[in-house]
């Protein structure tokens, strides 16, 4: 049984909008600046979130044609933004930000990894 994405298009949009992310995450908006301080993310670490970004995009970019990869990448971003939920809860940070940008990425990659994995199971 091969892993690879059917349809293909929800992994490319998720990947394109995820490293549309990492970029705006190199000089984080103030939207996003509000988001990371209000969850209490050190400054100092902002940083890790562009690089686990951009692998998180090329991960899905290459996992349209590589079994498994793109599976495991898109687990991934579905795991990170379970993570980044988390964080908003527990600091009690519930601003437009959180239902917004955090809820919708979690929904965007977890529809990406329905509609191109269902196949699978």
């Known amino acids: 049984m091969t892993v690879n994405p059917d349809p293909w298009w929800p992994q490319a949009l998720l ?30 670490w902002w940083w890790t979130l562009v690089v686990i970004k951009v692998l998180a995009g090329a ?4 996992g ?29 940070y519930m601003t437009s930000e959180f239902w917004i940008n955090c809820l919708g990425m979690l929904g965007l990659s977890a529809g990406a990894l329905v509609v191109s994995y269902a196949h699978t199971l």
Do not use: E, K, W
């Open 59 to 62: 991960g899905l970019i290459l």
């Open 64 to 92: 349209i044609s590589s079994a498994g990869l793109g599976l495991a990448a898109n687990a991934g971003v579905v795991v990170y933004f379970v993570v980044a939920a988390y964080a908003h809860i527990r600091a009690r």
């Open 15 to 44: 990947a394109a909008v995820i490293l549309g992310d990492a970029a705006l995450s190199l000089r984080p908006p103030g939207f996003i600046r509000g988001c990371l301080n209000g969850v209490g993310f050190p400054d100092d």
